[in-house]
């Protein structure tokens, strides 16, 4: 899938995901392959056709190398739709943003989805397909706009409105650039320690969203991300043998911290 002229794809954790969701039968596979040009995934008019979620990594431009997600429509019914539910739902982790689509008037299962993607702060667009042949698409595409999401009327299966659909997306996806916060700062040795002071201010049982995100911003580069606190930071780096690029803390502790540290960190 690689084109020699653009280089190989990044690394699967910098690729951008995008997840396609909606209830059975609205388009999903469809409109994957009008995204991507090719038959890529199974479409049918029997409603369940995507069993599992399919992951295909391709160029689309203007986006860039992304990885688009075929998911089992999410209001399936049964012991076996529901267990297709929940891995569209882990699907959705993966997800840098997504695309709701839809072929009739909203009801219970979009407001379901619409609060998935909510709750997982996934920047969406919602794809009215089939206008085609639904003479209402108009009066659909309104009915969305409580949502207060942009709104694309598509036909898959005739590519109507396709690059409209992906220029949205693409005012939609996280700016890379702001992202690399620790990553440029590790050196050979690929290695950070967090020091993370856990006292009456710290989150009961929990690391606090800045923390998180620089242990994934770490371990997503590749590098390995050791976490301790201040009292066990000189062992830490003794048992480290200070093979360390650094040590990020946070401004209530950094003087305690920097009389540990030593100076070629
Ligand atoms: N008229 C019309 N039909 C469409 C369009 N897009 C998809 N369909 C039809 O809708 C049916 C379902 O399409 P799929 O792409 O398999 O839908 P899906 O959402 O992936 O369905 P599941 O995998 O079962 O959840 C098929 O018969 C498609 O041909 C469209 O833009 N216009
Ligand atoms: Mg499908």
Redesign the pocket.
């Known amino acids: 899938m690689n084109n020699p002229n653009e280089g190989p794809m990044p690394h699967t954790a910098f690729r951008k995901h995008i997840a396609i969701v ?10 994957i392959n009008a995204i991507a040009g090719q038959d890529i ?10 069993t599992d979620p399919v992951y295909k990594t391709l160029e689309v431009k203007p986006l860039g190398p992304v990885t688009l997600i ?1 998911t ?2 999410l209001d399936d019914e049964g012991l076996l739709g529901q267990k297709r539910v929940e891995r569209s739902i882990r699907a959705l982790y993966k997800a840098d943003a997504a695309i709701l ?1 839809v072929d009739g008037k909203p009801g219970p299962f979009e407001d379901f989805i619409v609060s998935l993607l909510r709750n997982q702060s996934i920047p969406f667009v919602i794809a009215v ?5 639904t003479e209402e698409a108009k009066m659909l595409a309104k009915d969305y706009e409580p949502f207060s999401v942009p709104v694309v009327e ?5 590519g109507k409105n396709i690059s409209e659909l992906i220029q949205v997306l693409s005012s939609l996806l996280p700016d890379e650039e702001e992202k690399p916060l620790l990553a440029h700062l590790l050196g050979q040795n690929k290695t950070a320690v967090l020091v993370i002071p856990v006292d009456k201010a710290a989150p009961k049982g929990r690391l606090i969203m800045p923390q998180v995100e620089a242990i994934r911003e770490i371990i997503d580069h590749g590098g390995i991300a050791v976490v301790t606190r201040p009292p066990e930071l000189k062992e830490t780096l003794g048992k480290l043998h200070y093979n360390v690029d650094i040590v990020v803390t946070d401004s209530q502790v950094i003087m305690d911290v920097d009389k540990v540290v030593p100076p070629q960190i």
């Open positions: 909606g209830r059975r039968n609205v388009g999903k596979s469809s409109l995934a199974l479409v049918s008019d029997v409603p369940g056709t995507t075929d089992p429509g689509v397909n089939k206008s085609d042949v598509v036909a898959a299966i005739k």
